[in-house]
């Protein structure tokens, strides 16, 4: 299995897990942040949602913009629309070439069109799957003080014995 292949079984592995933590986090409660500097619950679980969405338009486009900024949808839209591109992502990394995963080089942009970061494909790809897993583990710390029930993850959690 080559870095494609291991990503794209990653991406297919994790949605079902990313959608129970998402699904956990109390609709009346998006305002909710540890601290003030920390980041609002909304606001991790909107771009948790929508990450397929910018690695879609990551190996659409070569590019895609920074998923803290621009218009909020609500979390259910973030939600139905990430599952639809994780769905689109799957089958366009199925179809890619492993040289355009190894060597097109990619960008992550700010809305003013100030390059972020670049990476090639595959480097970035992984690095935003990265991201999203460390953010959901923040989003899951959220979620009992939010008065809500932590769903398994990676095993049974206090509130969810997963299956066991």
């Known amino acids: ?10 991406v297919e592995n994790e949605g079902p897990v990313f959608r129970k933590v998402l699904e956990a986090v109390p609709a009346n409660k998006l305002d909710y942040t540890p601290h003030p500097v920390s980041r609002t619950a909304g606001s991790l679980a909107t771009q948790l949602a ?11 486009k070569g590019r895609f913009g920074d998923t803290h900024t621009g218009a909020t949808p609500s979390l259910p ?6 599952t639809a591109a994780r769905q689109e992502l799957v089958q366009k990394l199925k179809s890619l070439d492993d040289k355009t995963w190894n060597e097109k080089k990619t960008q992550m942009v700010n809305p003013d069109g100030t390059v972020v970061w670049e990476a090639t494909l595959g480097s970035m790809s ?6 999203a897993i460390h953010h959901r583990g923040q989003l899951s710390a959220y979620l009992r003080p939010m008065g809500a ?3 398994s ?3 049974p959690s206090a509130d969810d014995k997963g299956g066991m």
Not at 1 to 10: G, K, V, Y
Not at 50 to 59: D, R, W, Y
Not at 77 to 82: C, D, I, K, R, T
């Open 126 to 131: 992984w690095g935003l799957l990265h991201d």
């Open 149 to 151: 029930k932590v769903p």
């Open 50 to 60: 929508m990450t397929p969405n910018a690695l879609l338009e990551l190996v659409n």
């Open 153 to 155: 993850i990676y095993g």
């Open 1 to 10: 299995m080559n870095s494609r292949e291991l990503f794209i079984a990653m």
């Open 77 to 82: 839209q973030a939600l139905e629309a990430g």
